[in-house]
């Protein structure tokens, strides 16, 4: 049976939350005060292990989020 959880990372300007070792992506996002400035949200890696979130703003606040699955 496979079993999903969620990860976190906040930063500045740039946030990456990854999965656990072995276990991989299933829909990721990430959460700010102001969308402005959002420029990307995507998955890392082939599979990917991890979701980045980048804003245009370096001093802006953001959160990562992924949702990760165990095989």
Not at 18 to 27: I, K
Not at 32 to 46: E, K, L, M, Q, Y
Not at 54 to 61: D, F, H, L
């Amino acid at each position: 049976m496979t079993s999903t959880y969620v990860v976190t990372a906040s930063g500045t300007g740039l946030a990456t939350a990854s999965c656990h070792p072995g276990d991989f992506v299933t829909g990721g996002g990430y959460t700010t005060t102001t969308a402005d400035g959002v420029i990307s949200s995507n998955p890392n890696g082939s599979p990917p292990t991890s979701w980045t979130a980048t804003t245009s703003v370096a001093t802006q606040p953001i959160t990562a989020f992924v949702v990760c699955a165990t095989p």
